[in-house]
């Protein structure tokens, strides 16, 4: 349900550019929950060896890449027949902005299934699974924190994603200096095991993409832009 926070997007006197402004919201909510079904599928497919669940992963991108045109159509028309200004062009600029995160998400889910076809044609599993789980979930709650915070304009939730960036980036570090320990003990694992480095890779940049749309809902609520600063200027910011 929608919160007290979600009030300032339907408060103007034509109804008709209230509901426009909702629906925008609402596709890019249903966008977002495509993109979330996408990966968690790719990572299952990958750790469960299921390559018919990695093709379907794969099929769902043409979807997601569709939707992310019609958002874009939408969200134009509404920038040319309602000539927004403020919060109201801020929600429209973000969202055309956010998107375009949301399909990139969606190519990194399309890589994931990719590699998890292609190491279930090769049989044994490879090393470093346990870190795909782990960095997978951590991603996951991080995409689906930023939806939510973009669904109740929560800035301080934002900003808590954006924290989580590093972490992500420190696990995706370790990881790979794993992996490569196990290229060195056995060279019959290089092939699989680079596999896996790209696949945590892409999991890593799904994490960045989440941070993205952390900050485009900072910008949104409290109309500052807050990318390529630090976490502790976005924190002044949060906190104004």
Request: aromatic share 4%.
């Amino acid at each position: 349900m929608p919160t007290k926070k979600d009030d300032v997007y339907g408060d103007h006197i034509s109804h008709k550019f209230n509901d426009e402004l909702m629906a925008l919201k609402s596709e890019f909510l249903e966008m977002g929950g495509m993109v979330e079904s996408q990966v968690d599928r790719a990572i299952t497919a990958l750790v469960e060896n299921d390559g018919h669940l990695a093709d379907e992963v794969r099929a769902t991108d043409k979807k997601v890449d569709q939707k992310e045109i019609e958002i874009d159509e939408e969200a134009t028309l509404i920038i040319a027949r309602r000539q927004p200004t403020a919060r109201d062009l801020r929600l429209v600029i973000s969202v055309i902005k956010m998107v375009a995160d949301l399909e990139r998400v969606g190519d990194e889910a399309k890589k994931i299934a990719k590699f998890a076809i292609k190491l279930s044609e090769e049989g044994q599993a490879p090393r470093g699974y346990v870190e795909v789980r782990h960095i997978g979930n951590h991603v996951l709650a991080m995409l689906h924190d930023a939806l939510d915070a973009f669904a109740r304009l929560d800035s301080e939730q934002a900003l808590r994603i954006m924290k989580e960036d590093k972490r992500v980036d420190e696990e995706y570090q370790a990881a790979t200096r794993t992996l490569l320990t196990f290229m060195m003990e056995d060279t019959r694992n290089i092939s699989r095991c680079m596999s896996v480095m790209w696949i945590l890779r892409a999991l890593e940049r799904v994490g960045d993409h989440a941070c993205n749309i952390a900050e485009n809902v900072i910008f949104m609520v409290k109309g500052e832009d807050v990318r390529h600063t630090p976490v502790e200027e976005a924190e002044k910011v949060v906190g104004r």
